[in-house]
């Protein structure tokens, strides 16, 4: 469950002047449980693609299906998380994440959510705070919160959009560390696709990556080492170092500077 299919996607917003596709012609197909990390620099229709697979909004032209059955809009089987701390500001933490289960299940009673939200809120290390409101919490808090509302919903499909962008990089890689263990500490787990343009993020994280220029992906790159992964390890390790530069010179030099880039120094062992 949670394997996603992409094919031939285009789209262009309804409020653009020019009629423009912000995507043209995406295909990817991505496994069930497979851990998707989307970089591009900034407009390049990361953002676009993730609310097509929320449901959010419908291709122009293609389709995206999940486990075969075309998209129909928005469900609770796929839970997001934005950059910008997206709790409901009236309602303490635990009520937030109380609030999720229960418009992912109706049939959950009230106190059964308070219990199963204070269960989740443990799992990322806030139950303590269970009763604060998001004014009384830090940005860092705040995602934790948001996560642990995303996973109550149980759905099959997570979706990040750049969610540790706006954290110091002490909370990021804390809650870096914590959403990898709280993906793979399952039996079965889900799909998810993460938005960042943190090369080091992507690399910490995904089983692959995909690289966007505008409007269409460039490249798919998998992403070998095992896991769990420490930064403090690979930095030393070749193949590490030959991933991070064909990164580098797929985001930072332009297209025909790139031409043939991605197989520049990648030691034998990489792949
Ligand atoms: N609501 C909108 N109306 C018109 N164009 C938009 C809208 N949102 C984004 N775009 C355009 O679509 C393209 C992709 O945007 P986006 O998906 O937000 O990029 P990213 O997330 O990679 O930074 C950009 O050119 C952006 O200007
Ligand atoms: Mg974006």
């Avoid at 609030?99 to 290390?125: N, Q, T």
């Avoid at 500490?185 to 992507?202: I, P, S």
Wanted: hydrophobic share 40%.
């Amino acid at each position: 469950m949670g394997a996603i299919d992409i094919e031939d996607v285009c789209y262009a917003y309804p409020e653009s002047e020019t009629g423009e596709f912000a995507l043209s012609d995406v295909s990817l197909a991505i496994a069930s449980g497979e851990f998707i990390c989307l970089i591009g620099h900034s407009g390049c229709g990361k953002s676009t693609l993730l609310s097509l697979l929320a449901g959010l909004s419908a291709p122009s032209r293609g389709f995206i299906a999940i486990d075969g059955a075309p998209i129909e809009g928005p469900s609770t089987s796929r839970a997001m998380v934005f950059q910008h701390y997206s709790l409901f500001p009236w309602m303490t933490a635990v009520n937030n994440v109380a609030f999720s289960i229960r418009r992912a299940d109706r049939s959950v009673s009230k106190s059964d959510s308070l219990k199963r939200a204070h269960a989740y809120l443990e799992k990322v290390g806030m139950d303590g705070e269970a009763g604060k409101y998001p004014y009384q919490l830090s940005g860092g808090m705040q995602q934790r919160v948001a996560i642990a509302r995303a996973l109550s919903m149980e759905s099959d499909i997570l979706l990040l959009d750049e969610p540790f962008g706006a954290l110091d990089a002490k909370n990021r890689a804390e809650l870096q560390e914590l959403l990898v263990e709280l993906w793979s500490g399952v039996d079965r787990k889900k799909t998810v696709v993460f938005v960042t343009h943190d090369l080091t993020e992507a690399i910490l994280l995904a089983d692959r990556i995909v690289f966007m220029r505008p409007g269409r992906i460039e490249k798919t790159i998998p992403v070998d080492f095992p896991r769990p992964r420490d930064l403090s390890g690979l930095e030393h390790d070749c193949c590490y170092q030959a991933l991070r530069s064909e990164l580098l010179s797929l985001f930072y030099l332009d297209e025909e500077q790139t031409d043939g880039a991605g197989e520049k120094g990648v030691c034998d062992g990489c792949r």
